[in-house]
């Protein structure tokens, strides 16, 4: 094999394997708080009949600061501490295209989607996310959020849902989000 045909294979390989996220987390279970003086928020997305979008990553902020990658079959919760009865909490998500020469450049090709929940202590919310892109070329990315206000119907939703990591802050992290 000569090195140009190894360098077409080598691409092709990385074009097929895609850049999405390997779930790791448990499976999801209610939080172990009572929530008492907090409020609870579980963000899932587990539902897309789009094979393409299970392969992308939203950035997930809630209040501006950025929580966690959302990833296809997976949740988070976000634990509040209302200072008042109600407070509003901001949650937001934003995609960043990888192209197939991932980490060369990073565009980005939807804009932020934002949910505002007024939240109450003692209160658990469900957020489900639904993929909103359009096929074609260009193809968008976008990810909407909806509140699911049946508790029944929510627990169904996310019940094979795996925990996502925490977002943690790195020095490469800083420079995309910049």
């Given at each position: 094999m000569n090195i140009k045909n190894f360098i077409i294979?080598?691409?092709l390989i990385l074009v097929s394997t895609g850049c999405a996220t390997t779930?790791?987390?448990p499976i999801y279970k209610p939080a172990d708080i009572t929530p008492g003086d907090k409020a609870i928020i579980y963000l899932y997305w587990t539902d897309t009949a789009d094979e393409n979008a299970k392969k992308i990553e939203y950035m997930i902020q809630a209040n501006k600061k950025?929580?966690?990658q959302m990833v296809y079959g997976g949740y988070?919760?976000?634990i509040c501490a209302p200072e008042t009865d109600f407070e509003d909490v901001e949650?937001?998500?934003h995609v960043t295209f990888k192209p197939m020469i991932v980490g060369i450049l990073d565009i980005p090709l939807a804009p932020t989607n934002k949910l505002t929940l007024s939240v109450q202590r003692g209160k658990?919310?469900?957020v489900r996310c639904n993929f909103t892109g359009t096929p074609g070329f260009p193809y968008t990315y976008g990810l909407s959020m909806?509140?699911?206000p049946d508790e029944k119907i929510a627990n169904h939703d996310i019940s094979e849902a795996k925990l996502l990591p925490e977002y943690v802050a790195t020095k490469q992290n800083?420079?995309?989000e910049n």
């Open positions: 294979i080598s691409m779930l790791k987390g950025y929580v966690t988070y919760q976000i949650i937001s998500s658990v919310y469900f909806r509140l699911i800083e420079m995309k």
